[in-house]
């Protein structure tokens, strides 16, 4: 999925601190923003440093509070059924186009989207001392041995990476699911799996850090961060894969409310307190505003059904 640097806000404004304009008191007490993911993986990072940006923007506290489970579509369905009064928001991965294709009980059509914050690129990395120097090898041990790949959660997007790269490489890998980016990252760090797949965001820091070793990234092009790794496409494996992720509500809110939090979001993304951050760890920064983001996700949600076969 093509990632774009983030683009202008098409609502003006200035971005300086205080609450967004509107037609009412809206917000006059603190918002919770649901992450549907455990802490300390990519989704978590963006929502956290998003969260602080928008404190500024609309003058009120923003609460996170994280809801793993069943691929992120617990945290989706819990609050696509609370009140739709702009007090309680939440993080969106790529699995909202994938959720009901999955059996699932929830689809984009449940919520109000309210914009595109960031794109990651797919990674695949394995512990600092494995065998594996480089993908070929890894794909070669794939073809006699099993090879476990942790993922984000069983119907992540981190896992239909992954059988995307065991079918362009003729192989099969065994995918080992957790509730989140950073507890399947922890546990290739320890060497309980092979390898792991997984934002490049999220496997940049243990990367850094020397506990695990990046073999390769699901992008077209070479990846701003990891200089120096080459793409799965150059290494022979026709695999492109990145995990969007914007912000969204209960269906149902009020224009002004709807407003208010799509000018503050446009202008949070725009900010270097935002973008700094973000990007330093992988991750693009991509904004789309409610409108773009909401038909981009439907055009998601029509391809993961041809791609997931449902």
Known sequence: MAAALAGCASNGGSGDSGKAASGSDYPSHPITLTVQAAPGGGSDLASRTIAKVL????????????????????????????????????????????FD????????????LLGE?????????????????????????????????????????????????GKAAGVEFTPVPFD????????????KVDAVVAGAGETHTAAENGQ???????????????????????EGYDVVFGAWGGLYAPK????????????????????????????????????KSADDFTKFVNDEHERFGEVLGK
Do not use: C
């Open 101 to 112: 294709h999955l059996g699932y009980d929830v689809s984009p059509d449940d919520v109000q």
């Open 212 to 234: 695990l070793r990046v073999l390769a990234v699901f992008s077209d092009e070479p990846h701003p961060v990891f200089t120096d790794i080459p793409t799965a496409k150059s």
């Open 252 to 287: 149902g809110l009020p224009d002004d409310v709807a407003t208010t939090l799509e000018d503050a979001i446009a202008k949070a993304v725009k900010s270097p307190d935002f973008v700094d951050p973000i990007s330093k760890t992988g991750t693009v920064v991509v904004y």
């Open 180 to 191: 989140g980016g950073a507890p399947a990252v922890t546990a290739a760090s320890g060497g």
């Open 55 to 98: 404190e500024k923007e609309l003058g009120q506290s923003i609460i996170v509070e994280n809801r793993p489970g069943a691929a992120g579509s617990l945290a989706v369905k819990y609050v696509s059924g609370l009140k739709p009064d702009g007090y309680h928001i939440g993080f969106t991965p790529v699995e909202l186009a994938m």
């Open 117 to 165: 914050i960031m794109n990651q690129p797919g990674t695949i990395a394995v512990p600092a001392n494995s065998p594996y120097k480089d993908l070929k090898s890894l794909v070669e041990a794939a073809k006699t041995k099993k090879i476990t790949v942790s993922n984000s959660g069983a119907g992540s997007s981190w896992e239909a990476a992954t059988k995307l790269l």
